[in-house]
């Protein structure tokens, strides 16, 4: 697939309309999701900022050649232009304030939406304040939805370097709602960053703007062409030129129209993304749980080792689970949820002779929390004996996630 640069200099070296459409289309769900939280949620006027945005970058192309990705450029250039337009309607409408304005309604009593109606309006301004290359990062992998590898190639670094940007853009985000007096969590932070990027593109909107910016951007060079043909040419020649000027277009229009068509169908996956959300808001409830029963614990100065076993040295547990690096966990190799974990643990206890259970449990490379968490609740499910292979100190507990 073609990077953005590739597209640009396509479009301003061969005038080719087809890489200036690749350009609208990859881009426009980022445009006209932030210009329809900028201007209150009014579609007519996110269509008019998306269209705004995308005539700029037809006319300012060259000068945008060199640029990796124009994510970063199109975000705050959405940002410009949805300011404009709303302080133009707000002295014509003489309605509220700007502030009041871009308010985002929501009726939903969920407490996790509750934490996105209070973040959604604040949004944008604070994004607006990181510096460009955290910025970038951010829009890339919240608005774009793009994975720590591909951040990293079109940004010219390493996957891990791109994960450490996106964390210390968030943890800068975090710390201006903050000092907004804004409380919500770093957890509602990402979802509402995540679903940010989801709103609906109206169908036919990117084959409209596609077609009106390439004519504005060709609009300041052709009266300067239509000048010289009148004054130098004749009739029949003027008309030869105008229809070779105006053919290319149609075809454009062709070949948007089929692209448009499968952009309708991409918009009909953003409800699964949605429920998505809404299980990623559940899992990390879950998670602080877990890290709040790790930092409660003391450290210590010596490794985590399986304690003496009344069992014979011929016998081993009956029963084995993986805690993984990724933060799973694997039940005689069959991966399980922390709900279907501590089901299976109470109901290897119940079934054991004689109350005799036993476990033996592989955790390597993990965080403490998480080995101490499967300990902790193997033996409240009342686990007998357990039997730990694990690396992981008692004096080396980590700071992170269970993720």
Excluded at 67 to 79: D, F, I
Excluded at 153 to 158: E, G, K, N, T
Excluded at 324 to 335: D, F, H, K, L
Aim: glycine share 6%.
């Amino acid at each position: 697939m073609n990077n953005d640069a590739e597209l640009l200099r396509s479009y301003v070296e061969d005038c080719s309309e087809n890489a200036f459409t690749q350009i609208v289309y990859r881009h426009i769900g980022l445009v006209h999701s932030t210009a329809l939280r900028r201007v209150g949620g009014d579609a007519h006027l996110a269509d008019d900022v998306t269209q705004t945005v995308f005539i700029a970058l037809a006319r300012k192309a060259p000068s945008l050649r060199g640029r990796a990705t124009l994510a970063g450029w199109l975000y705050t250039s959405t940002q410009l232009a949805a300011a404009e337009i709303v302080r133009r309607e707000q002295r014509r409408q003489h309605r509220e304030t700007a502030a009041q304005s871009m308010q985002i309604a929501d009726s939903s009593p969920d407490p996790v939406d509750s934490d996105l109606t209070q973040l959604h309006p604040l949004l944008d301004d604070a994004i607006v304040e990181l510096k460009g290359d955290e910025r970038e990062a951010v829009v890339l992998r919240f608005f774009e939805r793009r994975t720590f590898a591909e951040i990293g190639a079109v940004l010219l670094i390493s996957e891990e370097a791109a994960r450490k940007r996106v964390d210390r853009a968030l943890a800068k985000l975090h710390a201006a709602f903050v000092r907004r007096g804004v409380t919500s969590t770093e957890a509602a932070l990402g979802l509402a960053l995540t679903t940010a990027g989801t709103s609906a593109v109206p169908t036919g909107l990117a084959v409209r703007i596609s077609t009106a910016a390439m004519g504005q951007a060709a609009l300041a060079g052709s009266s300067t062409v239509a000048t010289v043909m009148a004054t130098w040419l004749p009739a029949a020649a003027v008309i030869v030129l105008g229809a070779l000027m105006i053919l290319p277009q149609h075809r454009a229009n062709r070949v948007a129209a089929a692209e448009d068509a499968e952009l309708s169908r991409q918009n009909q996956t953003i409800p699964a993304l949605r429920v998505e959300n809404e299980n990623l808001a559940r899992i990390v409830a879950d998670v602080r749980a877990l890290q709040r029963v790790a930092a409660s614990q003391p450290a210590a100065g010596t490794a985590i080792t399986a304690p003496p076993l009344p069992l014979p040295a011929t016998k081993r547990a009956n029963t084995a689970i993986e805690v993984t690096t990724e933060g799973t966990i694997a039940w005689e190799g069959q991966y399980v949820t922390l709900d279907e974990f501590l089901n299976r643990l109470s109901a290897l206890h119940a079934s054991a002779p004689g109350g005799e259970s036993q476990l033996f449990i592989r955790a390597n490379g993990v965080f403490y929390g998480q080995l101490f968490y499967v300990l902790d609740e193997a033996r409240k499910a009342g686990i007998k004996h357990l039997v730990v292979d694990s690396d992981v100190a008692l004096d080396a507990r980590e700071q992170g996630s269970w993720f």
